[in-house]
Protein backbone atom coordinates (compact mmCIF):
# COMPACT_ATOMS: atom_id res chain seq x y z
CA UNK A 1 0.00 0.00 0.00
CA UNK A 2 1.40 3.39 -0.60
CA UNK A 3 2.50 5.63 2.18
CA UNK A 4 -0.26 6.83 4.25
CA UNK A 5 -0.97 10.90 3.72
CA UNK A 6 0.18 12.86 6.51
CA UNK A 7 -3.33 13.71 7.97
CA UNK A 8 -4.25 10.04 7.72
CA UNK A 9 -5.89 8.76 11.26
CA UNK A 10 -3.48 6.48 12.18
CA UNK A 11 -6.06 4.70 14.58
CA UNK A 12 -8.53 4.38 12.12
CA UNK A 13 -5.84 2.91 9.96
CA UNK A 14 -5.18 -0.02 12.59
CA UNK A 15 -8.76 -0.79 13.49
CA UNK A 16 -9.33 -1.36 9.51
CA UNK A 17 -6.53 -4.01 9.74
CA UNK A 18 -8.20 -5.43 12.81
CA UNK A 19 -11.44 -5.58 10.90
CA UNK A 20 -9.92 -7.26 7.96
CA UNK A 21 -8.00 -9.48 9.50
CA UNK A 22 -10.68 -11.13 11.37
CA UNK A 23 -12.82 -11.29 8.04
CA UNK A 24 -10.08 -12.95 6.33
CA UNK A 25 -10.17 -15.21 9.36
CA UNK A 26 -13.57 -16.57 8.97
CA UNK A 27 -14.42 -14.31 11.70
CA UNK A 28 -12.53 -15.08 14.88
CA UNK A 29 -9.02 -14.82 16.13
CA UNK A 30 -7.44 -15.17 19.60
CA UNK A 31 -6.14 -11.65 20.65
CA UNK A 32 -2.61 -13.09 19.99
CA UNK A 33 -3.16 -14.34 16.80
CA UNK A 34 -4.90 -10.59 15.78
CA UNK A 35 -1.15 -9.65 17.01
CA UNK A 36 0.39 -11.71 14.25
CA UNK A 37 -1.98 -10.95 11.65
CA UNK A 38 -1.70 -7.15 11.76
CA UNK A 39 1.70 -6.40 13.32
CA UNK A 40 0.45 -4.50 15.89
CA UNK A 41 0.99 -4.44 19.55
CA UNK A 42 -0.61 -6.29 22.01
CA UNK A 43 -1.82 -3.20 23.58
CA UNK A 44 -2.95 -1.81 20.40
CA UNK A 45 -4.71 -4.57 19.41
CA UNK A 46 -6.31 -4.64 22.90
CA UNK A 47 -8.05 -0.97 22.58
CA UNK A 48 -8.60 -1.65 19.22
CA UNK A 49 -10.84 -4.31 20.01
CA UNK A 50 -11.95 -2.68 22.90
CA UNK A 51 -13.10 0.04 21.15
CA UNK A 52 -14.93 -2.51 18.79
CA UNK A 53 -16.82 -4.29 21.18
CA UNK A 54 -18.63 -0.88 22.53
CA UNK A 55 -19.28 -0.49 19.22
CA UNK A 56 -20.89 -3.43 18.98
CA UNK A 57 -18.90 -4.86 16.31
CA UNK A 58 -17.38 -7.86 17.83
CA UNK A 59 -17.48 -9.56 20.66
CA UNK A 60 -14.58 -10.89 23.23
CA UNK A 61 -15.49 -14.45 24.27
CA UNK A 62 -12.49 -14.68 26.56
CA UNK A 63 -9.10 -14.16 24.78
CA UNK A 64 -11.05 -14.45 21.39
CA UNK A 65 -12.39 -11.82 19.02
CA UNK A 66 -15.51 -12.42 17.37
CA UNK A 67 -16.98 -10.47 14.75
CA UNK A 68 -20.60 -9.36 15.55
CA UNK A 69 -23.79 -9.35 13.34
CA UNK A 70 -24.05 -5.44 13.95
CA UNK A 71 -21.05 -4.89 12.09
CA UNK A 72 -22.85 -5.48 8.81
CA UNK A 73 -24.10 -1.86 8.95
CA UNK A 74 -21.19 -0.95 7.02
CA UNK A 75 -21.30 -3.59 4.24
CA UNK A 76 -25.87 -2.49 4.45
CA UNK A 77 -24.32 1.44 4.23
CA UNK A 78 -22.51 -0.06 0.78
CA UNK A 79 -24.87 -2.16 -0.40
CA UNK A 80 -28.08 0.16 0.16
CA UNK A 81 -26.08 3.27 -1.52
CA UNK A 82 -25.28 0.86 -4.67
CA UNK A 83 -28.91 -0.66 -4.53
CA UNK A 84 -28.15 -3.64 -6.83
CA UNK A 85 -28.89 -6.06 -4.08
CA UNK A 86 -32.46 -4.66 -3.57
CA UNK A 87 -33.41 -4.06 -7.00
CA UNK A 88 -31.67 -6.84 -9.14
CA UNK A 89 -31.97 -9.71 -6.45
CA UNK A 90 -35.37 -10.39 -6.68
CA UNK A 91 -34.99 -11.23 -10.92
CA UNK A 92 -31.81 -13.00 -9.27
CA UNK A 93 -33.95 -15.38 -7.03
CA UNK A 94 -36.37 -16.29 -9.70
CA UNK A 95 -33.65 -17.37 -12.13
CA UNK A 96 -32.20 -19.67 -9.26
CA UNK A 97 -35.65 -21.33 -8.59
CA UNK A 98 -36.26 -21.93 -12.47
CA UNK A 99 -33.03 -22.92 -12.90
CA UNK A 100 -32.66 -24.86 -10.01
CA UNK A 101 -28.74 -23.71 -9.90
CA UNK A 102 -26.74 -20.68 -7.72
CA UNK A 103 -26.95 -17.16 -9.18
CA UNK A 104 -24.79 -14.70 -8.15
CA UNK A 105 -24.38 -11.10 -9.03
CA UNK A 106 -20.68 -9.68 -8.78
CA UNK A 107 -19.41 -6.19 -9.23
CA UNK A 108 -16.16 -4.44 -10.53
CA UNK A 109 -12.95 -3.86 -7.83
CA UNK A 110 -9.87 -2.80 -8.71
CA UNK A 111 -8.34 -6.13 -10.53
CA UNK A 112 -10.90 -8.77 -9.45
CA UNK A 113 -14.56 -9.13 -8.92
CA UNK A 114 -16.61 -9.01 -5.68
CA UNK A 115 -20.24 -10.87 -4.98
CA UNK A 116 -22.93 -8.35 -3.88
CA UNK A 117 -25.83 -11.12 -3.98
CA UNK A 118 -26.29 -14.88 -3.77
CA UNK A 119 -29.00 -17.00 -4.30
CA UNK A 120 -28.13 -20.46 -3.54
CA UNK A 121 -30.07 -23.61 -3.86
CA UNK A 122 -29.37 -25.67 -0.76
CA UNK A 123 -27.22 -29.38 -1.54
CA UNK A 124 -25.26 -31.42 -0.01
CA UNK A 125 -22.38 -30.12 -2.24
CA UNK A 126 -22.60 -26.12 -2.08
CA UNK A 127 -21.67 -24.20 -5.14
CA UNK A 128 -21.36 -20.52 -3.81
CA UNK A 129 -19.28 -17.65 -2.16
CA UNK A 130 -20.11 -15.30 0.15
CA UNK A 131 -21.96 -11.97 -0.24
CA UNK A 132 -18.50 -10.22 -0.12
CA UNK A 133 -15.71 -11.85 -1.50
CA UNK A 134 -12.98 -11.31 -3.44
CA UNK A 135 -11.77 -13.33 -6.54
CA UNK A 136 -9.38 -12.55 -9.46
CA UNK A 137 -10.63 -11.45 -12.18
CA UNK A 138 -9.00 -13.87 -14.75
CA UNK A 139 -10.69 -16.71 -12.55
CA UNK A 140 -13.88 -15.91 -12.62
CA UNK A 141 -16.97 -15.83 -15.30
CA UNK A 142 -17.53 -11.87 -14.55
CA UNK A 143 -14.00 -10.91 -14.51
CA UNK A 144 -13.83 -10.91 -18.53
CA UNK A 145 -16.90 -9.11 -18.99
CA UNK A 146 -15.23 -6.22 -16.19
CA UNK A 147 -12.12 -6.37 -18.17
CA UNK A 148 -12.86 -5.39 -21.25
CA UNK A 149 -14.03 -2.28 -20.57
CA UNK A 150 -10.38 -1.98 -18.64
CA UNK A 151 -8.02 1.31 -19.86
CA UNK A 152 -4.39 0.90 -19.83
CA UNK A 153 -3.92 2.04 -16.92
CA UNK A 154 -6.28 -0.62 -15.22
CA UNK A 155 -4.42 -3.31 -17.65
CA UNK A 156 -1.01 -1.97 -16.53
CA UNK A 157 -1.91 -2.58 -12.62
CA UNK A 158 -3.33 -5.87 -13.64
CA UNK A 159 0.02 -6.79 -14.65
CA UNK A 160 1.79 -5.48 -11.80
CA UNK A 161 -0.51 -7.05 -8.93
CA UNK A 162 -0.25 -10.42 -10.72
CA UNK A 163 3.69 -10.18 -10.79
CA UNK A 164 3.79 -8.96 -7.28
CA UNK A 165 1.14 -11.39 -5.88
CA UNK A 166 1.80 -15.11 -8.13
CA UNK A 167 -0.11 -16.79 -5.59
CA UNK A 168 -2.59 -15.04 -5.05
CA UNK A 169 -2.45 -14.18 -1.26
CA UNK A 170 -4.84 -10.64 -1.74
CA UNK A 171 -7.25 -13.11 -2.71
CA UNK A 172 -8.06 -14.81 0.69
CA UNK A 173 -11.63 -16.87 -0.65
CA UNK A 174 -9.39 -17.95 -3.17
CA UNK A 175 -9.14 -21.91 -2.03
CA UNK A 176 -5.49 -22.49 -1.83
CA UNK A 177 -2.84 -25.75 -2.82
CA UNK A 178 -5.62 -27.55 -4.84
CA UNK A 179 -4.68 -29.03 -8.01
CA UNK A 180 -7.49 -28.98 -10.53
CA UNK A 181 -7.99 -29.12 -14.78
CA UNK A 182 -8.08 -26.16 -16.00
CA UNK A 183 -9.09 -26.21 -19.92
CA UNK A 184 -7.39 -24.23 -21.75
CA UNK A 185 -10.59 -22.45 -23.51
CA UNK A 186 -12.31 -20.91 -21.15
CA UNK A 187 -14.89 -19.86 -23.28
CA UNK A 188 -16.19 -22.99 -25.57
CA UNK A 189 -15.86 -24.95 -22.17
CA UNK A 190 -13.28 -27.40 -23.56
CA UNK A 191 -12.12 -28.29 -20.07
CA UNK A 192 -9.30 -31.26 -20.56
CA UNK A 193 -9.77 -32.29 -17.09
CA UNK A 194 -6.71 -32.95 -16.52
CA UNK A 195 -4.90 -32.70 -13.03
CA UNK A 196 -1.73 -29.93 -13.65
CA UNK A 197 -1.43 -28.12 -10.16
CA UNK A 198 -2.91 -25.42 -8.70
CA UNK A 199 0.09 -23.03 -9.62
CA UNK A 200 0.20 -24.14 -13.51
CA UNK A 201 -3.50 -23.56 -13.50
CA UNK A 202 -3.14 -20.23 -12.17
CA UNK A 203 -0.40 -19.15 -14.47
CA UNK A 204 -2.80 -20.51 -17.02
CA UNK A 205 -5.45 -18.35 -16.44
CA UNK A 206 -3.42 -14.92 -16.04
CA UNK A 207 -1.81 -15.80 -19.47
CA UNK A 208 -4.69 -16.43 -21.36
CA UNK A 209 -7.00 -13.89 -19.78
CA UNK A 210 -6.46 -11.11 -22.19
CA UNK A 211 -7.52 -13.70 -25.09
CA UNK A 212 -10.69 -14.63 -22.72
CA UNK A 213 -11.85 -10.82 -22.52
CA UNK A 214 -11.32 -10.44 -26.09
CA UNK A 215 -13.32 -13.68 -26.56
CA UNK A 216 -16.19 -12.38 -23.62
CA UNK A 217 -16.28 -9.06 -25.83
CA UNK A 218 -17.20 -10.54 -28.94
CA UNK A 219 -19.46 -13.02 -27.43
CA UNK A 220 -21.38 -11.16 -24.53
CA UNK A 221 -20.77 -13.56 -22.47
CA UNK A 222 -17.88 -15.86 -20.42
CA UNK A 223 -17.56 -19.05 -18.98
CA UNK A 224 -15.31 -20.23 -16.19
CA UNK A 225 -14.13 -23.90 -16.18
CA UNK A 226 -13.11 -24.46 -13.15
CA UNK A 227 -10.78 -22.08 -12.57
CA UNK A 228 -11.10 -21.22 -9.35
CA UNK A 229 -11.82 -25.10 -7.61
CA UNK A 230 -12.43 -28.38 -9.16
CA UNK A 231 -15.50 -29.17 -10.48
CA UNK A 232 -17.24 -25.52 -10.24
CA UNK A 233 -18.37 -24.11 -13.44
CA UNK A 234 -20.00 -21.14 -14.13
CA UNK A 235 -21.59 -18.45 -16.89
CA UNK A 236 -21.76 -14.70 -17.21
CA UNK A 237 -23.37 -12.15 -18.78
CA UNK A 238 -22.63 -8.35 -18.02
CA UNK A 239 -26.12 -5.86 -16.92
CA UNK A 240 -25.36 -2.69 -18.37
CA UNK A 241 -26.27 0.84 -17.56
CA UNK A 242 -27.74 2.81 -19.84
CA UNK A 243 -24.49 3.81 -21.16
CA UNK A 244 -23.64 0.32 -22.24
CA UNK A 245 -20.93 -0.06 -19.14
CA UNK A 246 -21.38 -3.16 -17.04
CA UNK A 247 -22.76 -2.03 -13.58
CA UNK A 248 -22.93 -5.57 -12.46
CA UNK A 249 -22.99 -9.33 -13.95
CA UNK A 250 -24.82 -11.65 -13.66
CA UNK A 251 -23.88 -15.59 -13.31
CA UNK A 252 -25.05 -19.12 -13.05
CA UNK A 253 -23.02 -21.75 -10.88
CA UNK A 254 -22.89 -25.40 -11.34
CA UNK A 255 -20.72 -28.37 -10.82
CA UNK A 256 -19.10 -30.21 -13.36
CA UNK A 257 -21.52 -33.26 -11.96
CA UNK A 258 -24.35 -32.06 -13.20
CA UNK A 259 -23.18 -30.22 -16.60
CA UNK A 260 -19.75 -28.97 -18.54
CA UNK A 261 -19.42 -25.79 -19.15
CA UNK A 262 -20.59 -26.39 -22.63
CA UNK A 263 -23.58 -27.62 -21.81
CA UNK A 264 -24.01 -25.36 -19.03
CA UNK A 265 -23.95 -22.40 -21.40
CA UNK A 266 -26.32 -24.19 -23.77
CA UNK A 267 -28.76 -24.88 -21.15
CA UNK A 268 -28.72 -21.26 -19.60
CA UNK A 269 -27.66 -18.67 -21.21
CA UNK A 270 -31.26 -17.98 -23.35
CA UNK A 271 -32.95 -17.28 -19.97
CA UNK A 272 -29.70 -15.44 -18.22
CA UNK A 273 -29.82 -13.05 -21.05
CA UNK A 274 -33.40 -12.55 -20.63
CA UNK A 275 -32.65 -12.08 -16.91
CA UNK A 276 -30.23 -9.43 -17.42
CA UNK A 277 -32.50 -7.54 -19.96
CA UNK A 278 -35.06 -7.52 -17.54
CA UNK A 279 -32.47 -6.36 -14.83
CA UNK A 280 -31.21 -3.43 -17.08
CA UNK A 281 -34.74 -2.67 -17.56
CA UNK A 282 -35.40 -2.47 -14.04
CA UNK A 283 -32.49 0.14 -13.57
CA UNK A 284 -33.82 2.04 -16.20
CA UNK A 285 -37.46 1.95 -14.39
CA UNK A 286 -36.33 2.31 -10.88
CA UNK A 287 -37.77 5.56 -8.77
CA UNK A 288 -35.42 7.36 -7.23
CA UNK A 289 -35.16 6.46 -3.40
CA UNK A 290 -36.01 8.36 -0.21
CA UNK A 291 -32.77 8.91 1.61
CA UNK A 292 -32.55 6.59 4.97
CA UNK A 293 -31.79 8.86 8.10
CA UNK A 294 -28.18 8.18 9.25
CA UNK A 295 -27.43 7.88 12.63
CA UNK A 296 -25.78 10.75 14.04
CA UNK A 297 -23.21 9.03 16.09
CA UNK A 298 -20.55 11.86 17.26
CA UNK A 299 -22.56 12.81 21.07
CA UNK A 300 -22.35 8.65 21.79
CA UNK A 301 -18.29 8.10 20.55
CA UNK A 302 -17.85 11.35 22.83
CA UNK A 303 -19.65 9.96 25.65
CA UNK A 304 -18.18 6.21 25.63
CA UNK A 305 -14.61 7.94 25.48
CA UNK A 306 -15.57 9.77 28.44
CA UNK A 307 -17.11 6.62 29.99
CA UNK A 308 -14.06 4.02 28.90
CA UNK A 309 -11.39 6.75 28.99
CA UNK A 310 -7.97 5.31 26.93
CA UNK A 311 -9.17 1.96 26.43
CA UNK A 312 -12.00 3.73 23.74
CA UNK A 313 -10.56 5.19 20.80
CA UNK A 314 -12.48 7.90 20.03
CA UNK A 315 -10.79 8.53 16.29
CA UNK A 316 -11.21 5.18 15.15
CA UNK A 317 -15.26 4.82 15.92
CA UNK A 318 -15.70 8.49 14.51
CA UNK A 319 -13.52 7.40 11.31
CA UNK A 320 -16.25 3.90 10.79
CA UNK A 321 -19.40 6.34 12.00
CA UNK A 322 -18.01 8.01 8.68
CA UNK A 323 -18.72 4.83 6.61
CA UNK A 324 -22.70 4.83 8.00
CA UNK A 325 -23.42 8.45 6.42
CA UNK A 326 -23.57 6.61 2.65
CA UNK A 327 -26.35 4.48 2.35
CA UNK A 328 -29.78 4.20 0.29
CA UNK A 329 -30.67 7.65 -1.36
CA UNK A 330 -27.72 8.80 -0.37
CA UNK A 331 -24.52 7.40 -2.81
CA UNK A 332 -22.74 10.54 -2.89
CA UNK A 333 -22.19 12.45 -0.23
CA UNK A 334 -20.33 16.02 0.18
CA UNK A 335 -17.49 16.39 3.11
CA UNK A 336 -20.52 18.76 4.32
CA UNK A 337 -23.06 16.32 4.03
CA UNK A 338 -20.74 13.69 5.70
CA UNK A 339 -20.25 16.20 8.83
CA UNK A 340 -23.44 16.98 9.29
CA UNK A 341 -25.16 13.31 8.72
CA UNK A 342 -22.91 12.17 11.23
CA UNK A 343 -22.44 15.08 13.98
CA UNK A 344 -18.58 15.63 13.53
CA UNK A 345 -16.97 18.44 12.93
CA UNK A 346 -15.71 19.19 9.56
CA UNK A 347 -12.42 18.66 9.95
CA UNK A 348 -12.26 15.35 11.72
CA UNK A 349 -14.95 13.87 8.81
CA UNK A 350 -12.20 15.50 6.31
CA UNK A 351 -9.90 13.60 8.13
CA UNK A 352 -11.80 10.06 8.07
CA UNK A 353 -12.48 10.36 4.44
CA UNK A 354 -8.76 10.96 3.60
CA UNK A 355 -7.78 8.31 5.43
CA UNK A 356 -10.97 5.79 4.09
CA UNK A 357 -9.43 7.00 0.70
CA UNK A 358 -5.92 6.08 1.23
CA UNK A 359 -7.45 2.49 2.17
CA UNK A 360 -9.52 1.74 -0.45
CA UNK A 361 -12.70 2.32 1.14
CA UNK A 362 -14.10 5.66 -0.19
CA UNK A 363 -13.58 7.14 -3.86
CA UNK A 364 -13.80 10.99 -5.09
CA UNK A 365 -15.57 11.66 -7.84
CA UNK A 366 -15.04 15.95 -8.12
CA UNK A 367 -16.33 17.14 -4.58
CA UNK A 368 -18.54 14.24 -4.15
CA UNK A 369 -16.99 10.90 -2.00
CA UNK A 370 -19.01 7.54 -2.64
CA UNK A 371 -18.05 4.05 -0.88
CA UNK A 372 -16.17 1.25 -2.59
CA UNK A 373 -16.57 -2.42 -2.84
CA UNK A 374 -13.66 -2.80 -0.54
CA UNK A 375 -15.95 -2.04 2.52
CA UNK A 376 -17.42 -5.57 1.64
CA UNK A 377 -14.17 -6.73 3.10
CA UNK A 378 -15.10 -5.68 6.48
CA UNK A 379 -16.59 -8.48 8.17
CA UNK A 380 -18.93 -9.60 5.15
CA UNK A 381 -18.14 -12.70 4.02
CA UNK A 382 -18.37 -14.72 7.16
CA UNK A 383 -21.33 -12.78 8.27
CA UNK A 384 -23.12 -12.80 5.34
CA UNK A 385 -23.20 -16.75 6.24
CA UNK A 386 -24.52 -16.13 9.92
CA UNK A 387 -27.44 -18.75 11.15
CA UNK A 388 -30.35 -17.91 13.60
CA UNK A 389 -28.21 -20.08 16.21
CA UNK A 390 -25.60 -18.08 15.60
CA UNK A 391 -27.36 -14.56 15.95
CA UNK A 392 -29.21 -16.16 18.83
CA UNK A 393 -26.58 -18.13 20.76
CA UNK A 394 -24.55 -14.69 22.38
CA UNK A 395 -28.35 -13.90 23.67
CA UNK A 396 -29.20 -16.85 25.10
CA UNK A 397 -26.32 -16.71 27.16
CA UNK A 398 -27.00 -13.61 28.17
CA UNK A 399 -30.08 -14.51 29.65
CA UNK A 400 -29.07 -17.50 31.23
CA UNK A 401 -26.32 -15.03 33.11
CA UNK A 402 -29.11 -13.07 33.99
CA UNK A 403 -31.82 -15.24 35.04
CA UNK A 404 -29.71 -18.61 36.13
CA UNK A 405 -32.24 -21.11 34.53
CA UNK A 406 -31.61 -22.50 30.53
CA UNK A 407 -32.42 -20.89 27.81
CA UNK A 408 -32.92 -22.11 23.93
CA UNK A 409 -34.01 -21.09 20.43
CA UNK A 410 -36.42 -23.05 18.51
CA UNK A 411 -38.16 -23.31 15.20
CA UNK A 412 -40.91 -24.88 13.92
CA UNK A 413 -40.08 -27.97 11.64
CA UNK A 414 -43.65 -29.78 10.73
CA UNK A 415 -46.04 -30.15 13.62
CA UNK A 416 -42.92 -30.15 15.94
CA UNK A 417 -40.67 -27.61 17.01
CA UNK A 418 -37.16 -27.90 17.07
CA UNK A 419 -33.99 -27.25 18.94
CA UNK A 420 -30.99 -25.33 17.12
CA UNK A 421 -29.49 -23.37 20.11
CA UNK A 422 -28.91 -24.01 23.53
CA UNK A 423 -27.59 -22.70 26.71
CA UNK A 424 -27.92 -24.89 29.90
CA UNK A 425 -27.27 -23.17 33.45
CA UNK A 426 -25.31 -25.53 36.29
CA UNK A 427 -27.38 -26.64 38.60
CA UNK A 428 -27.76 -30.16 39.76
CA UNK A 429 -31.13 -30.02 38.93
CA UNK A 430 -31.50 -28.36 35.20
CA UNK A 431 -33.11 -28.97 32.03
CA UNK A 432 -31.38 -31.59 29.94
CA UNK A 433 -32.11 -31.33 26.54
CA UNK A 434 -30.01 -31.77 23.55
CA UNK A 435 -29.82 -29.74 20.18
CA UNK A 436 -31.95 -31.14 17.54
CA UNK A 437 -34.64 -32.33 19.66
CA UNK A 438 -37.87 -32.35 18.79
CA UNK A 439 -41.36 -32.00 20.69
CA UNK A 440 -44.34 -31.93 19.58
CA UNK A 441 -45.37 -28.20 19.57
CA UNK A 442 -48.58 -28.50 20.47
CA UNK A 443 -47.34 -29.22 24.06
CA UNK A 444 -44.24 -27.08 24.24
CA UNK A 445 -44.31 -23.02 25.08
CA UNK A 446 -42.17 -22.27 21.95
CA UNK A 447 -44.21 -24.25 19.85
CA UNK A 448 -47.48 -22.35 21.24
CA UNK A 449 -45.84 -19.19 20.16
CA UNK A 450 -44.96 -20.68 16.78
CA UNK A 451 -48.21 -21.67 16.14
CA UNK A 452 -50.35 -18.90 17.71
CA UNK A 453 -48.69 -16.70 14.83
CA UNK A 454 -49.54 -18.83 11.73
CA UNK A 455 -52.21 -17.34 9.65
CA UNK A 456 -55.45 -18.61 10.97
CA UNK A 457 -55.89 -20.99 7.96
CA UNK A 458 -52.84 -22.65 8.08
CA UNK A 459 -52.99 -22.97 11.92
CA UNK A 460 -56.58 -24.41 12.03
CA UNK A 461 -55.16 -26.85 9.07
CA UNK A 462 -52.28 -28.04 11.69
CA UNK A 463 -54.65 -28.36 14.55
CA UNK A 464 -57.32 -30.49 12.78
CA UNK A 465 -54.08 -33.23 11.87
CA UNK A 466 -52.49 -33.25 14.88
CA UNK A 467 -52.40 -36.16 17.33
CA UNK A 468 -53.19 -34.32 20.64
CA UNK A 469 -51.68 -36.85 22.93
CA UNK A 470 -51.91 -36.55 26.70
CA UNK A 471 -48.19 -36.61 26.99
CA UNK A 472 -48.64 -35.47 31.10
CA UNK A 473 -52.13 -35.37 33.51
CA UNK A 474 -51.97 -31.35 32.11
CA UNK A 475 -51.66 -31.78 28.68
CA UNK A 476 -54.12 -30.02 26.46
CA UNK A 477 -55.52 -32.46 24.28
CA UNK A 478 -59.01 -30.86 23.34
CA UNK A 479 -58.66 -29.20 19.87
CA UNK A 480 -61.35 -26.66 21.20
CA UNK A 481 -59.39 -25.97 24.38
CA UNK A 482 -55.88 -25.47 22.65
CA UNK A 483 -57.60 -23.37 19.63
CA UNK A 484 -58.39 -21.06 22.29
CA UNK A 485 -55.07 -21.34 24.36
CA UNK A 486 -53.20 -20.26 20.90
CA UNK A 487 -55.81 -17.36 20.48
CA UNK A 488 -54.58 -16.25 24.10
CA UNK A 489 -50.89 -16.92 22.84
CA UNK A 490 -51.25 -14.62 20.15
CA UNK A 491 -53.21 -11.57 22.06
CA UNK A 492 -50.86 -11.59 24.93
CA UNK A 493 -47.23 -12.16 23.11
CA UNK A 494 -46.10 -15.25 25.20
CA UNK A 495 -46.68 -18.86 26.21
CA UNK A 496 -46.49 -20.52 29.64
CA UNK A 497 -47.14 -24.32 29.33
CA UNK A 498 -47.19 -25.32 33.13
CA UNK A 499 -46.33 -29.73 33.13
CA UNK A 500 -47.55 -30.33 29.84
CA UNK A 501 -44.68 -31.65 28.02
CA UNK A 502 -43.05 -33.48 31.29
CA UNK A 503 -44.03 -33.66 35.32
CA UNK A 504 -42.03 -30.85 36.94
CA UNK A 505 -40.89 -28.51 33.67
CA UNK A 506 -42.52 -24.98 33.33
CA UNK A 507 -41.28 -23.09 30.93
CA UNK A 508 -42.23 -19.50 29.33
CA UNK A 509 -41.46 -18.64 25.31
CA UNK A 510 -41.67 -15.73 23.03
CA UNK A 511 -41.54 -15.45 19.40
CA UNK A 512 -38.64 -13.96 17.47
CA UNK A 513 -39.49 -12.24 14.37
CA UNK A 514 -37.84 -11.68 10.92
CA UNK A 515 -37.96 -8.08 9.08
CA UNK A 516 -41.44 -9.20 7.76
CA UNK A 517 -42.78 -9.26 11.33
CA UNK A 518 -43.48 -12.90 11.14
CA UNK A 519 -42.09 -15.51 13.69
CA UNK A 520 -39.38 -17.55 12.40
CA UNK A 521 -38.86 -19.02 15.75
CA UNK A 522 -38.61 -18.68 19.23
CA UNK A 523 -37.36 -18.34 22.78
CA UNK A 524 -38.04 -19.83 26.06
CA UNK A 525 -36.79 -19.86 29.50
CA UNK A 526 -37.14 -23.43 31.05
CA UNK A 527 -37.01 -24.81 34.78
CA UNK A 528 -38.16 -26.86 37.09
CA UNK A 529 -41.75 -25.99 38.78
CA UNK A 530 -39.64 -25.70 42.06
CA UNK A 531 -37.70 -22.64 40.94
CA UNK A 532 -40.36 -19.86 40.46
CA UNK A 533 -44.06 -19.77 40.54
CA UNK A 534 -46.32 -19.28 37.29
CA UNK A 535 -46.74 -15.61 38.43
CA UNK A 536 -42.88 -15.52 39.11
CA UNK A 537 -42.16 -16.46 35.73
CA UNK A 538 -44.50 -13.60 34.25
CA UNK A 539 -42.97 -11.11 36.62
CA UNK A 540 -39.62 -11.36 36.37
CA UNK A 541 -38.56 -14.02 33.69
CA UNK A 542 -40.83 -12.58 30.45
CA UNK A 543 -39.41 -8.73 30.39
CA UNK A 544 -35.59 -10.01 30.59
CA UNK A 545 -36.79 -13.01 27.79
CA UNK A 546 -38.50 -10.12 25.80
CA UNK A 547 -35.60 -8.16 25.74
CA UNK A 548 -33.33 -11.05 24.48
CA UNK A 549 -35.80 -11.65 21.82
CA UNK A 550 -35.83 -8.47 20.91
CA UNK A 551 -31.77 -7.66 20.73
CA UNK A 552 -32.10 -11.17 18.53
CA UNK A 553 -34.47 -9.23 16.41
CA UNK A 554 -32.32 -6.26 15.86
CA UNK A 555 -29.31 -8.39 15.09
CA UNK A 556 -31.38 -10.10 12.65
CA UNK A 557 -32.40 -7.15 11.06
CA UNK A 558 -28.86 -5.98 10.66
CA UNK A 559 -27.58 -8.90 9.01
CA UNK A 560 -30.42 -10.15 7.27
CA UNK A 561 -31.32 -6.75 5.17
CA UNK A 562 -29.23 -8.31 2.11
CA UNK A 563 -28.68 -11.64 3.21
CA UNK A 564 -30.78 -14.58 3.11
CA UNK A 565 -30.72 -15.96 7.15
CA UNK A 566 -30.97 -19.86 7.51
CA UNK A 567 -33.09 -20.74 10.12
CA UNK A 568 -30.66 -23.72 11.49
Not at 222 to 238: H, K, R
Request: proline share 6%; aromatic share 4%.
Amino acid sequence: MDTAPAEAVGPLMRGVAVLRALSDADGRLSLGELVRATGLARSTVDRVVATLARMGHLRLDGSSATLAPRLMELANAYLGALRLPALLGPHAVQLAEELDESVSLAVPDRDGIRFVHQSTRRRAMSLTFRIGDLLPAERTAPGPLFAAHWSPRQWQDWREQRAADPAGAGFPAVPSGTDTGAGADNNTGTGTGTSTGFEQRVTQAVGGFEGRVAAARRAGWAVDDQLIEPGLIAVAVPVRDVAGAPVCAVSVVSHTSRHSAASLRAAVLPRLRETAAAMEAELRGAPAPTPSAPRALAAWTSASKQELGAEFVESLARGLTVLTAFGEGRPELSLSTVAEATGLARATARRALITLHHLGLVATEGRAFRLTPRVLSLGCPPLSRTTLPDVAAPHLAALVGTLHDSASLAVLDGDAIQYTARVATSRIMSVNITLGTRFPAYAASMGRVLLADLPAGERAARLGRMELRALTPRTLTSPAALAAALDEVAAQGYALVDEELEEGLRSIAVPVRGPDGRAVGAVNVAMHTTRRTVAECVAEVLPVLRGAAAAIEADLGVVGRFCRIPLS
